[in-house]
């Protein structure tokens, strides 16, 4: 079945501790978001990437890092995790565009608690 | 700065019409979208507006005014599996996606 998956479904992490949140699609899609969605707040871009072997940052980038070496996967990275980070997080993709007027297909969300 | 706002709550009755507005205030405008997101499950598309009017997909319309930063979504012959959480979204003149907070529906029988 096409479409995003995404690993762990979630994740209790200590502080301090590295971690790397996993993205895929086989949709053939150009562009790939990172998004943290928070009780009360809209979703909030991190990362997002046009194409494979480019990224840029979105609204909240600080403490994450993102890699898109190959059209299908775009790992998010926690270098060193702190509470504030605890939150869903959703992986999503489009044919073109970053953003612009293409539909979002969002994977199935991933849900980590920093503690 | 940029905002989206949404009615936070809502709840209606099944079978009935329920409108979810949402007003924006963004840098440019490059179309808006409606998601429906089911509780502990992804967003999932609903509709996008550029133009100006109403746009019909079955039970679900969305409409857009850009002229007064506003848009609606209409939910007709509400059914139980309608409750869900709402987002609207525009797209700004960089062709970044802005996120309304959401507004959750809830549908009592």
């Known amino acids: 079945i096409a479409g995003i998956t995404q690993a762990p479904t979630s994740q209790i992490l200590a502080a301090g501790r590295r971690m790397t949140l996993r993205c895929t699609q086989d949709m053939r899609h150009n562009a790939m978001y990172w998004y943290r969605q928070d009780l009360g707040l809209g979703l909030r871009l991190i990362h997002y990437?046009?194409?494979?072997?480019?990224?840029g940052k979105g609204e909240v980038p600080d403490g994450y890092s993102v890699s898109r070496a190959n059209t299908d996967d775009f790992p998010l990275t926690l270098a060193s995790a702190v509470p504030s980070q605890t939150s869903v997080y959703f992986c999503?993709?489009?044919?073109?565009?970053?953003?612009?007027?293409?539909?979002?297909?969002f994977g199935p969300g991933t849900r980590l608690t920093v503690l | 700065g940029q905002n989206i706002d949404q009615p936070t709550e809502m709840t209606a009755t099944e079978g009935a019409i329920v409108q979810i507005n949402c007003t924006y205030q963004t840098s440019g405008f490059n179309g808006l979208f409606w998601y429906q997101q089911h509780a502990g499950e992804a967003p999932t598309f609903l509709s996008y507006n550029v133009l100006d009017g109403l746009e019909e997909k079955g039970r679900f319309s969305s409409f857009l005014s850009r002229s007064k930063g506003y848009s609606y979504l209409l939910l007709k012959e509400l059914q139980m599996k309608d409750s869900a959480s709402y987002l609207c979204?525009?797209?700004?003149?960089?062709?970044?996606?802005?996120w309304g907070a959401g507004t959750k529906l809830i549908i009592k029988p």
């Open positions: 979204a525009v797209t700004d003149s960089n062709y970044q996606l802005i």
């Open positions: 990437s046009n194409t494979a072997g480019t990224t």
């Open positions: 999503a993709s489009s044919p073109s565009l970053a953003g612009g007027t293409d539909t979002q297909y």
